[in-house]
């Protein structure tokens, strides 16, 4: 069996909200055609470029803002380094003057309403997320590609042959659980560190632990922004802001001025259940808010599930182990592997697989980081992942307007919870006695995901999306 080489950075993309399938993917695959046209040397000869949108990406590509994800790719704005309050007037200025700059360098005429069509009654067959993009030459010749974005962020290109990062050779390859656990019984490693002898094989030690502390930073920056960011999320559902409330309420109308005293007030308050609990869904909140307001977030694996593994990993920093950025560095390295044995083994992608993909994978993840940070053993770990996961099986995608919102927003609270619970009854068990293993959650996962009604997979066509349509509030 091939073994697919999945980074930590594939894993965790630090880009812009609302979805890593239906904004980030779509955001790279127009990257990726303008950079063909580019290295093509074409660039000035394009009269005119059009995107269609299929499947999944048509039916809530308008609430995703996939439209204006395509439009930034195409003018060949980075999802990294843009800056967030710079898109609503770029946007602005092709929906009112109808020209677009293609990759920055040749301006087009183009208007959003034609240029992007969502065509909901159409899919490819190889995945519900598809979408193609045409370019007309000025000498009559056009080209058309089609991409499909696959999840996470990650985009495949038809017919496209794999990148020489996908075909590596690690010293430790892994699909699955069990391949894991090989490798730390035949060396004695734990878990993250046979990830890092993985991710040596990319780049030198000190450049994973820069990246890796890059990826914290965004995370850590979202949910500090979050928690002090009020008013109402944009898209029409009128949905407001809890995480600044709550926050408030919890540091009783207190503020402080950076991350670091804000951690230390939260430490120095209440470590009652309730308090820790509402601080666990305080930090998710923030973070999913932030993200259904294209705000900067990072893909863990997705957007959508972006919360989680943030709050899972800030309540082990605020409530157990404190700030340890080595502590830190090893945390998403484990989440990382047992994100990507999902992706390998059944898939990250909601319009693939429901929500089970999303905010089960993400609680999966945190659930054996948090357990391999508290001291648990290597089948403690995978013992944690595969009960968070065995507690999401079949859990539907359903956003109400094809937002990132409802229920989306609360959902990751609801993942970092049970993150928590998995990891504690792991770190009370003995592996030895489970009956269900990680890789058969995985399968099962995969299973199901195959048998689920398409309405349940990031169409809104089912569930709360339908029972509470866009700005019918239920009371
Ligand atoms: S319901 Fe779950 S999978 Fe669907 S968009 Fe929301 S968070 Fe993502």
């Given at each position: 069996?091939?073994?697919?080489?999945?980074?930590?950075?594939d894993?965790?993309?630090?880009?812009?909200?609302?979805?890593?399938?239906?904004?980030?993917?779509p955001?790279?695959?127009a990257?990726k055609f303008?950079a063909?046209?580019?290295?093509?040397?074409?660039?000035?000869?394009?009269?005119?470029v059009?995107?269609?949108?299929?499947?999944?990406?048509?039916?809530?590509?308008?609430?995703?803002?996939?439209?204006?994800?395509c439009?930034?790719?195409?003018?060949?704005?980075?999802?990294?380094?843009?800056?967030?309050?710079?898109?609503?007037?770029?946007?602005?200025?092709?929906?009112?003057?109808?020209?677009?700059?293609?990759?920055?360098k040749?301006?087009?005429?183009?208007?959003?309403?034609?240029?992007?069509?969502?065509?909901?009654?159409?899919?490819?067959?190889?995945h519900?997320?598809?979408?193609?993009?045409l370019?007309?030459?000025?000498?009559?010749?056009?080209?058309?590609?089609?991409?499909?974005?696959?999840?996470?962020?990650?985009?495949?290109?038809?017919?496209?042959?794999?990148?020489?990062?996908?075909?590596?050779?690690?010293?430790?390859?892994?699909n699955?659980?069990?391949?894991i656990?090989?490798?730390?019984?035949?060396?004695?490693?734990?878990?993250?560190?046979?990830?890092?002898?993985?991710?040596?094989?990319?780049?030198?030690?000190?450049?994973?632990?820069?990246?890796?502390?890059?990826?914290?930073?965004?995370?850590?920056?979202?949910?500090?922004?979050?928690c002090?960011?009020?008013?109402?999320?944009?898209?029409?559902?009128?949905?407001k802001?809890?995480?600044?409330?709550?926050?408030k309420?919890?540091?009783?109308?207190?503020?402080?001025?950076?991350?670091?005293e804000?951690?230390?007030?939260?430490?120095?308050?209440s470590?009652?259940?309730?308090?820790?609990?509402?601080?666990?869904?305080?930090?998710?909140?923030?973070?999913?808010?932030?993200?259904?307001?294209?705000?900067?977030?990072?893909?863990?694996?997705?957007?959508?599930?972006?919360?989680?593994?943030p709050?899972?990993?800030?309540?082990y920093?605020?409530?157990?182990?404190?700030?340890?950025?080595?502590?830190?560095?090893?945390?998403?390295?484990?989440?990382?592997e047992?994100?990507?044995?999902?992706?390998?083994?059944?898939t990250?992608s909601?319009?693939?697989?429901?929500?089970?993909?999303?905010?089960?994978?993400?609680s999966?993840m945190?659930?054996?980081?948090?357990?391999?940070?508290?001291?648990?053993?290597?089948?403690?770990?995978?013992?944690?992942?595969?009960?968070?996961m065995?507690?999401?099986l079949?859990?539907?995608?359903?956003?109400?307007?094809?937002?990132?919102?409802?229920?989306?927003?609360?959902?990751?609270?609801?993942?970092a919870?049970?993150?928590?619970?998995?990891?504690?009854?792991a770190?009370?068990?003995?592996?030895d006695f489970?009956?269900?293993?990680l890789?058969k959650?995985?399968?099962?996962?995969?299973?199901?995901?195959?048998?689920?009604?398409?309405?349940?997979?990031?169409?809104?066509?089912?569930?709360?999306?339908?029972?509470?349509?866009?700005?019918l509030?239920?009371?």
């Open positions: 069996m091939p073994h697919e080489a999945i980074s930590v950075f894993m965790f993309k630090i880009g812009v909200g609302p979805s890593s399938s239906h904004t980030l993917g955001w790279r695959a990257q303008v063909k046209l580019a290295g093509e040397n074409r660039l000035q000869q394009v009269t005119h059009q995107v269609l949108l299929y499947g999944s990406l048509a039916k809530t590509g308008h609430g995703h803002g996939t439209d204006i994800a439009m930034l790719g195409l003018c060949n704005e980075d999802p990294v380094t843009i800056e967030v309050n710079s898109i609503d007037p770029k946007i602005e200025f092709i929906r009112t003057q109808h020209l677009l700059n293609l990759s920055g040749k301006m087009l005429p183009f208007n959003p309403a034609e240029g992007v069509q969502f065509l909901i009654k159409e899919s490819l067959p190889f519900p997320n598809a979408m193609s993009i370019a007309g030459f000025e000498n009559g010749d056009a080209i058309c590609e089609t991409y499909y974005s696959i999840g996470g962020g990650f985009v495949v290109q038809e017919n496209e042959t794999p990148t020489a990062m996908q075909v590596v050779q690690l010293p430790f390859p892994i699955t659980a069990d391949d656990l090989h490798w730390c019984i035949k060396t004695g490693l734990a878990i993250n560190e046979v990830v890092l002898e993985n991710e040596n094989t990319w780049r030198p030690e000190a450049e994973t632990r820069a990246g890796v502390m890059k990826v914290w930073e965004a995370m850590q920056n979202c949910m500090y922004r979050g002090h960011t009020n008013g109402y999320l944009p898209g029409g559902l009128n949905v802001r809890r995480g600044y409330d709550l926050n309420r919890l540091l009783q109308n207190k503020s402080y001025a950076n991350y670091t804000w951690v230390q007030a939260i430490q120095a308050g470590q009652s259940f309730t308090s820790i609990l509402d601080w666990v869904s305080c930090f998710a909140l923030a973070v999913n808010e932030e993200n259904a307001a294209f705000g900067r977030v990072v893909t863990a694996p997705t957007n959508g599930a972006a919360g989680v593994i709050a899972v990993l800030q309540y920093i605020v409530f157990c182990g404190g700030y340890d950025n080595d502590k830190i560095f090893r945390f998403l390295l484990t989440a990382s047992i994100g990507s044995i999902f992706k390998k083994g059944a990250i909601a319009a693939m697989g429901g929500c089970q993909a999303e905010i089960g994978v993400s999966a945190a659930a054996a980081a948090l357990t391999e940070a508290l001291g648990g053993t290597q089948k403690q770990v995978l013992m944690a992942a595969e009960i968070a065995e507690h999401h079949g859990l539907t995608c359903d956003p109400i307007g094809g937002l990132v919102q409802i229920p989306c927003i609360e959902r990751n609270t609801m993942g919870i049970k993150a928590i619970t998995a990891s504690q009854l770190l009370q068990s003995t592996p489970a009956v269900v293993s890789d959650v995985i399968r099962t996962m995969w299973q199901t995901a195959l048998d689920m009604n398409s309405k349940y997979k990031e169409t809104s066509d089912g569930g709360l999306a339908v029972d509470v349509p866009l700005g509030s239920e009371c």
